[in-house]
């Protein structure tokens, strides 16, 4: 993995949730910011569930290690919202890298 890799510009969101006076759960945007990243899209398939079709896309992430990613970190992605499966630190030499799995939802976000 090369720094030149790093071609894409997505979206990454952190989010933090509050109670509200009638019980309510709401989910409030706490930080947004963009990075450069190595986007690969590593699979895509279909499956069943309850009887209804669904469909999975997974992407391999790397972006230069920053302390505000965690495994709630949200990405979007060509106007896709996608979630954190699993984060995994990578350190090739003095620089640190992350390798970040996410899932596509069936949520579109534009943030232009």
């Known amino acids: 993995m090369t720094i ?21 759960v709401t989910d409030v945007e706490t930080e947004r910011w963009q990075q450069w990243a190595q986007v690969k899209d590593r699979t895509g398939y279909s499956f069943n569930s309850q009887a209804q079709d669904q469909v999975a896309y997974d992407y391999e992430v790397n972006v230069r290690f920053d302390s505000r990613f965690t495994t709630n970190t949200k990405m979007v992605y060509e106007g896709q919202v996608c979630v954190c499966n699993s984060m995994k630190i990578v350190s090739e030499g003095r620089i640190r890298f992350l390798t970040l799995r996410y899932s596509k939802t069936e949520t579109w976000l534009d943030l232009s």
């Not at 790093?6 to 989010?15: G, L």
């Open 4 to 24: 030149g890799d790093f071609n894409r510009y997505p979206y990454f969101i952190n989010e933090t949730y509050t109670v509200d006076a009638g019980g309510g």
